[in-house]
């Protein structure tokens, strides 16, 4: 069956840098783009992009261009999003979201950026 | 992008009754690309209907969806307990936008 497994919580100052994964089972890894979504507290869903898997070549919706890097690594079928200079704002769960061969979402990754 | 606007934030009925949920767009959505989605605290998102109006797998009938160009309507015909939760509309016709949410809770 197919399943995303994402990283754990994060934990991470101001300035600094956070990587999150995301690994793919169940399917080809290159069969399905790997969206990534973004959920501040209390706060709706936003689409921060897509990755596309067989090119690895990125796509950032507006606000997600410049600090948000998508990659991937498909020997080991994982997808990472990296943030850098994180801001208090940044604070969220993070999900991943395969679309193409069904519907399927990683179970979040809750990255708090604080002092 | 495709900005999507729902409405009404909060819908507060009882078991049994009725729900229903807008999902409007600022512009139209090519092939009627637009998803609903439900989420409950401390979970992921879950795809209920794609395409406008067809249930994704494992979907109650009480869930429908209806519309096309801009304007889309989710439809619960009777709630059950575990239906009060958060709805997104999501479209995917030209890149992807979700919705800001509606949140339907037990009167």
């Known amino acids: 069956q197919v399943q995303l497994v994402q990283s754990g919580s994060e934990l991470k100052n101001p300035g600094a840098s956070v990587k999150v994964s995301c690994k793919a089972s169940?399917?080809?890894?290159?069969?399905?783009?790997m969206n990534w979504v973004r959920q501040a507290p209390g706060q709706g869903l936003e689409w921060m992009g897509w990755?596309?898997?067989?090119?690895?070549?990125?796509v950032y919706a507006q606000g997600f261009t410049g600090r948000f890097v998508f990659s991937l690594d498909t020997s080991v079928s994982t997808a990472y999003l990296q943030i850098s200079s994180l801001k208090a704002e940044d604070t969220a769960v993070y999900y991943c979201?395969?679309?193409?061969?069904?519907?399927?979402w990683g179970q979040g990754t809750l990255v708090t950026v604080s002092s | 992008d495709i900005v999507l606007t729902q409405s009404p934030g909060t819908l507060s009925l009882s078991p049994g009754e009725r729900a229903t949920l807008s999902c409007r767009a600022g512009q139209n959505i090519p092939n009627n690309y637009l998803g609903w989605y439900q989420q409950k605290p401390g979970q992921a998102p879950r795809l209920l209907i794609y395409?406008?109006?067809s249930r994704a797998t494992g979907i109650p009938d009480r869930f429908s969806g209806s519309g096309s160009g801009t304007d889309f309507t989710l439809t619960i015909s009777r709630l059950e307990p575990e239906d009060f939760a958060v709805y997104y509309c999501?479209?995917?016709?030209?890149?992807?936008?979700f919705g800001q949410g509606t949140k339907v809770e037990i009167k």
């Open positions: 979201a395969a679309y193409d061969l069904g519907d399927y």
């Open positions: 999501q479209q995917y016709g030209r890149a992807r936008t």
């Open positions: 169940g399917y080809t890894f290159t069969s399905s783009a």
């Open positions: 990755i596309n898997t067989n090119t690895g070549n990125p």
């Open positions: 395409g406008a109006s």
